[in-house]
């Protein structure tokens, strides 16, 4: 039965700790694929060191990362739940994808372009790389369908190609993926700056809002927002800031933007916010509590990426087999 069910990819990077960006535009959405698809969520830490990484807070942060997964309510047992790096198949098969993937396409890429202009001291192979990388995680769980934000589009057309140009060399060997367009991912801006996306990465943490931040805090940063002088809550784009605060309040109370604008009528900017903040205080509230309790249980948590590592890898080398298999390795182990 579940074997008919369609197969989906996704991941966050432990780079940071997890903005309600992360929570609004990926991790509360997939609470809402976990019965109708065949889910496998990782903690992709093989990304996150393409950017220099404090070991002893990458540790931290993968597990805070998983925790999350959970207390916003992804079942372990429905679930793939994963710590990329415990399933060696995605470096192995990201190495060989390598070989199948063209320099020019990857400088190509806007996101290297980005980061390597922001991290110029690093701008490492990795960097460069990334994409094919992606391409290991999707390919090898013959994904249907990647759930992707507008800045991932590039990159899982490029893991289309490199799935093709496989095919085509050997014989099927991958599933094409597609694009997942469910209920639109409500895409995040900063609260300081509404033209760049709210990143976990940001240097201004008045630009985000963490899952984990307390009431104070929240009430704080969004106090703090940046939003225009026209003094009405309207969704426009002439008013960018404003515009963004309506999306996380659409998205945390599931009200369309059209009644936010009513509701705030002449009521100015003060009250919007304070409104928003406590919504989001009291969203997030039931996550934190579980979060922490999740995260006082280590071993509870062992479990949970032990067992995902051994369901994951279980597919990931069947896969990984036939691409060695086809390109002409020699099989050492006969299983
Ligand atoms: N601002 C956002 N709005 C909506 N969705 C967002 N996502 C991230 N930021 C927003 C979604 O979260 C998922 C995982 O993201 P990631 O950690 O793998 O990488 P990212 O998109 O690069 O996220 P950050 O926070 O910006 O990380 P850093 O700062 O480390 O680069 C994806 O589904 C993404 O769409």
């Known amino acids: 039965m579940d074997e008919e069910k ?3 990819f996704s991941g966050v990077q432990p780079s940071g700790n997890l903005t309600i960006g992360n929570y609004l535009g990926a991790l509360k959405n997939w609470v809402l694929l976990q019965d109708d698809y065949r889910c496998y969520f990782s903690v992709v830490d093989l990304h996150a060191i393409t950017v220099r990484q404090e070991p002893k807070s990458l540790r931290e942060k993968t597990l805070e990362v998983l925790a999350l997964y959970l207390a916003v309510g992804l079942d372990p047992e429905k ?12 470096s192995e098969a990201a190495w060989i994808l390598n070989c199948f993937t063209y320099m020019g396409e990857l400088s190509r890429m806007t996101q290297f372009k980005d980061k390597a202009a922001k991290h110029q001291d690093n701008i490492n192979a990795g960097l460069l790389t990334y994409p094919v990388l992606m391409a290991a995680d999707i390919l090898l769980y013959q994904t249907d369908l990647v759930p992707i934000g507008a800045d ?3 990159h899982l057309e490029l893991a289309r190609n490199i799935a093709q140009r496989f095919n085509n060399i050997y014989s099927p060997t991958f599933k094409i993926p597609e694009p997942f367009i469910g209920n639109e991912g409500a895409r995040i801006m900063s609260l300081q700056d509404p033209a760049k996306k709210m ?14 931040d307390p009431p104070d805090v929240i009430k704080r940063k969004i106090q703090r927002a940046v939003t225009d002088n026209l003094g009405t809550v309207k969704y426009a784009d002439e008013q960018p800031g404003v515009k963004n605060l309506i999306s996380i309040y659409s998205a945390v109370a599931g009200m369309p933007s059209d009644e936010i604008e009513n509701k705030y009528k002449g009521a100015g900017y003060a009250k919007f916010k304070q409104d928003l903040a406590e919504a989001l205080i009291e969203e997030l509230k039931p996550v934190q509590e579980k979060c922490n309790d999740l995260l006082k249980n ?6 949970i990426y032990s067992d995902g590592a051994e369901r994951a890898a279980k597919v990931a080398y069947k896969t990984l087999r036939k691409m060695q298999k086809k390109i002409g390795f020699i099989p050492y182990l006969a299983k």
Do not use: R
Request: hydrophobic share 30%.
């Open 6 to 8: 369609k197969v989906i």
């Open 79 to 90: 679930n793939t739940i994963f710590i990329q790096s415990h399933v060696p198949a995605h």
């Open 152 to 154: 991932q589009k590039q």
């Open 199 to 212: 990143s976990k990465s940001d240097e201004n943490e008045n630009g985000y809002i963490l899952i984990m």
């Open 298 to 303: 280590k071993d509870y948590l062992k479990k």
